[in-house]
């Protein structure tokens, strides 16, 4: 296992330690959310927990809970008690870019559903300022695509997101967009803006919605609550 | 034809006469923008105006279109010089409800890029205060459908529409909630909030792009700008 496998495991196991028998977790997608996952049906086939259901945000989520032993609901009425998801960008305030992975609509459908946040990732995703080094990703209509990135040029560089020669589509049906907005000074009021749009379906900002974030740093694991950073 | 159908192509008529040579135009749907889109095609064979093109904003728009002799080009980057559209509620500074058509995705995509939006509609249309008889038709996404409702219980009544037992499903492939909001102060507030709902794509408030309005009523045509009422 790599360094960074292995910082990636550990940050997992601390989060998996966030939850508690009988909770219903949101359960995020990628490499830091994974070890997670894993870590959750470890406790839950030692017994140290029991009675835990998630609610995954992708399909490859949902697969990788069947097979550590996490039964999965839909995305319904109820709340959730905990969801941990990976990130892009950790800015002040624990404001985040999501969506390089092409899952953020519904990360954050399921972020939104839950009493807490908790993020996870290694050092190199933590940034003084938002748009560092991510575009924003936007999940956008197919109808009028060119309409909507002509609107997007007035926030800097619009780029359909490929793989080869075509398009992504979401698992929604929809492209998506990376725009290269550079350093995102009010990441609320972009957010709103963007959402004006009416081709933008969804933004990457994740603005208020994570509560905390454990971080592997080369010294060991940090964790940041939003009350005391930003 | 009934005095109703009468006046639905006198205001159609007034509109067609705002189309000038060379115009870009959005052509909206329903039983109110269809005899605009018929007045244009009639100027357009005997000679009035030319080299007009149509963007439009439904199936049903396109094919009217095709038929009176309107060339359809889609959506792309390039401006529109005039939009004409119906309303489901027309209120003050020419805000509007629009959406029991299902179409007002695509109908903000055509508004957003055109230089002038006029809205055509009959007396009964206009209200003192949106939301005084219409709901307002939200876009959402399907995948976590309940949760997304759970989140507009805080906004009124969320009621997932229906035809016969099945969803209705929008051009877009995503379901439609008539959202009974009640009387609605701050239309521009509440389309904000609404759309920071990861599961909301749009709304049917249309606030501050409608630029004029004509409507019929019983004592003939009225024309309304924005700039004059509210």
């Given at each position: 296992?790599?360094?960074?496998?292995?910082?990636?495991?550990?940050?997992?196991?601390?989060?998996?330690?966030?939850?508690?028998?009988?909770?219903?977790?949101g359960?995020?997608?990628?490499?830091?959310?994974?070890?997670?996952?894993?870590?959750?049906?470890?406790?839950?086939?030692?017994?140290?927990?029991?009675?835990?259901?998630?609610?995954?945000?992708?399909?490859?989520?949902?697969?990788?809970?069947?097979?550590?032993?996490?039964?999965?609901?839909?995305?319904?009425?109820?709340?959730l008690?905990l969801a941990?998801?990976?990130?892009?960008?950790?800015?002040?305030?624990?404001?985040?870019?999501?969506?390089?992975?092409?899952?953020?609509?519904?990360?954050?459908?399921?972020a939104?559903r839950a009493e807490r946040l908790?993020?996870?990732?290694?050092?190199?995703?933590?940034?003084?300022?938002?748009?560092?080094?991510?575009?924003?990703?936007?999940?956008?209509?197919?109808?009028?695509?060119?309409?909507?990135?002509?609107?997007?040029?007035?926030?800097?560089?619009?780029?359909?997101?490929?793989?080869?020669?075509?398009?992504?589509?979401?698992?929604?049906?929809?492209?998506?967009?990376?725009?290269?907005?550079?350093?995102?000074?009010?990441?609320?009021?972009?957010?709103?803006?963007?959402?004006?749009?009416?081709?933008?379906?969804?933004?990457?900002?994740?603005?208020?919605?994570?509560?905390?974030?454990?971080?592997?740093?080369?010294?060991?694991?940090?964790?940041?609550?939003?009350?005391?950073?930003?």
């Amino acid at each position: 296992m790599s360094d960074v496998e292995a910082m990636k495991k550990l940050v997992g196991a601390a989060a998996g330690e966030l939850v508690e028998s009988g909770m219903r977790l949101g359960l995020g997608t990628g490499s830091t959310a994974n070890p997670f996952i894993e870590a959750v049906g470890q406790r839950l086939a030692e017994g140290e927990i029991s009675n835990v259901v998630g609610v995954a945000t992708s399909v490859a989520s949902a697969e990788l809970a069947g097979m550590v032993g996490i039964p999965i609901e839909s995305l319904d009425g109820a709340r959730l008690d905990l969801a941990v998801d990976g990130a892009d960008e950790i800015g002040p305030s624990l404001d985040l870019i999501k969506g390089l992975g092409g899952a953020h609509l519904r990360e954050k459908l399921v972020a939104a559903r839950a009493e807490r946040l908790v993020i996870v990732a290694d050092a190199s995703k933590l940034v003084t300022q938002l748009g560092t080094r991510a575009p924003v990703p936007l999940e956008v209509i197919e109808f009028g695509l060119a309409a909507t990135v002509a609107e997007l040029e007035d926030f800097g560089e619009p780029v359909l997101r490929v793989r080869g020669e075509l398009p992504v589509v979401t698992d929604n049906g929809n492209l998506i967009v990376d725009l290269w907005a550079g350093l995102i000074d009010q990441a609320a009021d972009l957010d709103r803006s963007l959402l004006a749009l009416p081709g933008v379906i969804a933004t990457g900002l994740f603005v208020g919605m994570a509560n905390s974030a454990i971080v592997a740093t080369d010294g060991g694991l940090a964790y940041l609550d939003r009350s005391f950073v930003g």
